[in-house]
């Protein structure tokens, strides 16, 4: 399961982070999870909350955000909102489409103790 492998590079981040700036508790971990990332925030707080245990963030509260998909336009020559991946452009119905954002993962914040 991906969830899974990405949970535990969160928490190897997370007690990297906790080894360098020594903190002993994380209250609150702030994730980022683009529409178009192909991961699945329910299956990845699962996942978390197995591979965060005994780690300075068991039992932190997961806060996931979801910015949607951006992607420029060749036809229109803009960035639109793209809600999945195979979607064409909301303006003119084309499928010249790069994928700018939205399409990432990252952790963005840690609420420590
Ligand atoms: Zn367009």
Same mark, same amino acid.
């Given at each position: 399961?991906? !969830?899974?492998?990405?949970? !535990?590079?969160?928490?190897?981040?997370?007690?990297?982070?906790?080894?360098?700036?020594?903190?002993?508790?994380?209250?609150?971990? !702030?994730? !980022?999870?683009?529409?178009?990332?192909? /991961?699945?925030?329910?299956?990845?707080?699962?996942?978390?909350?197995?591979?965060?245990?005994?780690?300075?963030?068991?039992?932190?509260?997961? /806060?996931?955000?979801?910015?949607?998909?951006?992607?420029?336009?060749?036809?229109?020559?803009?960035?639109?909102?793209?809600?999945?991946?195979?979607?064409?452009?909301?303006?003119?119905?084309?499928?010249?489409?790069? /994928?700018?954002?939205?399409?990432?993962?990252?952790?963005?914040?840690?609420? /420590?103790?």
């Amino acid at each position: 399961m991906h !969830e899974m492998s990405l949970a !535990e590079s969160i928490r190897d981040l997370i007690e990297t982070q906790a080894r360098k700036e020594r903190f002993n508790r994380v209250r609150t971990v !702030e994730l !980022e999870i683009g529409q178009l990332a192909s /991961v699945d925030s329910a299956a990845l707080r699962f996942a978390l909350d197995i591979a965060l245990r005994g780690t300075p963030a068991d039992g932190a509260e997961l /806060v996931i955000a979801e910015p949607a998909g951006q992607a420029w336009c060749m036809h229109c020559a803009r960035t639109v909102e793209l809600a999945q991946r195979g979607d064409g452009c909301p303006a003119c119905g084309g499928y010249q489409l790069a /994928v700018t954002g939205g399409d990432q993962m990252r952790v963005s914040g840690l609420l /420590v103790d």
